[in-house]
């Protein structure tokens, strides 16, 4: 099992361009969820997802959208990038909310 | 919503020393999960804590989980070079999302 992959591993952006960061796992598990970490703040909640055709908010979900169309796949868009989403991003899955979360390499992103 | 407080945010050891961090709620959770983080890595799984008064040992770790199920501590005895990183709480409170506590980094001098 390749578990959770997140493609690309770093990215640059300019101020206003759109992306979407790519996040898959082979592990069948229900829940999804994205996280962001800056310096000092941890790692902080965007989005998640307890099933495919089911999002929700997390902690920090301005500027970002997710949609969940299969069970494997879980992509973060940023549809007007800002310097302020320059950060770690991680993907991360489990079988649920409460049950150990696995997690993707990360997305190392820069917005100038 | 979920408030959660991690101290300390840093701390510094000489090699062989003891390590403590904690976890604070001011709601009473579910249970509470901790992760290490490496530098330069990803969040990998450590323990799950779920009942009142818990306590779990893994080797030199040891995870307690307190009687009103609103705080949590790591400690680890006798610190080696391998256990330098983040060490993150992740406590839940029922609302199907799981929110990390700020993290403590850890740091040693061999």
């Known amino acids: 099992n390749a578990g959770v992959t997140q493609t690309p591993k770093f990215q640059v952006l300019k101020t206003g361009q759109s992306m979407t960061l790519q996040c898959a796992q082979d592990?069948?598990?229900?829940?999804m969820s994205w996280y962001r970490q800056d310096p000092g703040m941890g790692l902080r909640l965007i989005h998640y997802s307890v099933g495919a055709g089911i999002t929700d908010q997390g902690e920090v979900p301005n500027g970002y959208n997710v949609s969940r169309s299969t069970t494997e796949d879980f992509p973060l868009r940023l549809l007007s990038a800002a310097p302020s989403q320059t950060s770690v991003y991680f993907c991360?899955?489990?079988?649920?909310?409460?049950?150990?979360?696995?997690f993707g390499p990360g997305t190392r992103l820069t917005v100038t | 919503g979920q408030q959660v407080m991690q101290i300390p945010q840093y701390q510094h050891v000489q090699e062989g020393e003891d390590f403590t961090t904690y976890c604070n709620s001011s709601?009473?959770?579910?249970?509470i999960q901790w992760y290490k983080q490496r530098p330069g890595g990803h969040p990998v799984f450590l323990i799950q804590l779920v009942k009142s008064g818990e306590v779990k040992k893994q080797k030199r770790l040891t995870f307690q989980f307190g009687e009103a199920k609103k705080n949590s501590s790591l400690h680890i005895t006798a610190t080696q070079t391998t256990d330098v990183g983040t060490y993150f709480c992740?406590?839940?409170?029922?609302?199907?999302?799981?929110?990390f506590g700020q993290g403590t980094r850890l740091t040693i001098n061999p």
């Open positions: 991360a899955s489990s079988p649920g909310w409460i049950y150990e979360q696995y």
């Open positions: 709601t009473t959770l579910s249970n």
């Open positions: 592990m069948n598990h229900e829940y």
């Open positions: 992740a406590p839940s409170e029922g609302a199907q999302k799981l929110v």
